[in-house]
């Protein structure tokens, strides 16, 4: 009989975890919800739900917001997660610049600051910066409690030992082992993910109801190329972390080396890194350009205005590397079968139109029209960056999952 007790304990235990995670997470994806829809979305009993509330009410977790309109005119409480006692910090890391955000619990952004990464920076100096920006903006603001760091970086991450396996074009970042460089932040958690994957992620998190969403590919055309996929309204990582690298998918067998060891591999057609070195070896051939490199160098405003004055060296070179990227989005396509694609990053800001009507052009006369009527290929219309949202929700999400280690007085 003891030991009967002690298993239903257990048990029991469990399952209070288990509805307060499936309670926030809710509260989380609603914004604002009265404790009637939050019984009637998770299946819960209002005894039990007004339980949970009332436990992170007390230890600041969810604040009460006013009256709103319920079910039939009814009035109630609003109640939501508290974004301005608890948040966390956002790192979104590129090849060229890193980004770091101060994001309340429920998504809102309260600072945001950059910081420039040189072309032969060692990850070591970026990494000593990012600790130093991270502790300043923390010490700005002591009004609230950061409770832990997303952080999310481009490449290959290894997510068994939080490793990065390469980063193409980045000095001294292959298999630096990010948690182990980290630590010197002190006692707050750091949680490490993949770009692409994150800013998938915010989609299904922001766009979630929308049609299509359970079913989309979020294609990065940055400096690097990646994707993150959503399939059945599930992120699909693969066994290490590393499903969706599609800039290291080979379009060519006997293609250029690739720092990743393959050959032909779709980054080294397509990306703003690909671009600007094909302009600059055009212009260093004599060919005729308006492009005006400032001391012998483009510069990306360089590249955009000779694009928004039609110059056809820079319309052309363009243009060739939107036919690339839409190459591997028909990859995408014939292995994934997604409902929506969805572009983002630099290069869809060069001319977001001109990019959409080539991909789009090239992936209809490449896919069979059953898959065409059932596609939907669209730019990022996100206000936030969605890959430094995604890289705030590693945070959240773990703070949701496991409140009791990070907010204090959380009943366990």
């Known amino acids: 009989m003891e030991q009967a007790s002690v298993h239903n304990g257990i048990n029991q235990a469990m399952q209070q975890q288990m509805n307060l995670r499936l309670v926030l997470r809710m509260l989380w994806k609603e914004g604002v919800c009265s404790r009637a829809k939050l019984a009637k979305l998770s299946g819960l009993q209002r005894p039990t739900i007004s339980n949970i509330i009332r436990d992170c009410i007390q230890c600041g977790l969810v604040v009460e917001q006013g009256l709103m309109e319920g079910e039939k005119g009814r009035r109630s409480i609003g109640i939501a997660i508290n974004g301005e006692q608890y948040r966390v910090i956002a790192v979104k890391v590129s090849r060229r610049k890193c980004w770091v ?41 002591p009004e609230c409690q950061v409770l832990a760091v997303g952080m999310t970086v481009p490449g290959p991450f290894k997510r068994v030992n939080e490793e990065i396996i390469f980063v193409t074009n980045l000095v001294g970042w292959e298999g630096v082992h990010l948690m182990k460089e980290l630590k010197k932040l002190g006692n707050i958690p750091v949680f490490i993910g993949n770009d692409a994957n994150a800013a998938a992620a915010a989609y299904l998190w922001k766009e979630g109801n929308q049609p ?98 039609n110059d056809p060296m820079a319309v052309r070179e363009f243009v060739q590397v939107c036919r690339y990227l839409a190459m591997g989005i028909v990859n995408l396509i014939n292995q994934c079968n ?15 139109q001109l990019l959409l009507e080539t991909v789009r052009e090239f992936v209809r006369g490449s896919v069979r029209p059953t898959i065409w009527e059932h596609l939907s290929i669209e730019l990022d219309q996100m206000e936030q960056d969605p890959i430094l949202l995604g890289a705030g929700m590693l945070a959240v999400e773990q703070v949701l999952d496991n409140p009791s280690e990070f907010i204090p007085n959380m009943p366990r």
């Open 101 to 141: 955000m101060l994001m309340g619990l429920s998504g809102q952004c309260y600072e945001q600051e950059w910081f420039p990464i040189t072309r032969q920076e060692d990850a070591a100096v970026t990494i000593s910066n990012l600790r130093t920006y991270i502790a300043q903006m923390i010490d700005r603001h």
């Open 212 to 309: 299509g969403a359970s079913d989309l590919v979020y294609v990065i055309a940055g400096y690097g190329i990646g994707s993150g996929i959503v399939s059945h309204g599930r992120l699909l990582t693969g066994s290490l972390g590393i499903a969706g690298e599609i800039g290291h998918t080979s379009i060519c067998y006997d293609g250029p080396k690739c720092e990743c060891g393959n050959r032909g591999c779709l980054e080294c057609y397509c990306s703003a890194i690909v671009l600007e070195r094909n302009l600059q070896s055009r212009l260093n051939a004599g060919e005729a350009s308006c492009l005006q490199p400032c001391s012998g160098r483009l510069t990306w405003k360089d590249i955009e205005e000779a694009i928004q004055r």
């Open 338 to 352: 997604p409902s929506k694609v969805i572009i983002g990053d630099l290069l869809t800001k060069l001319a977001p």
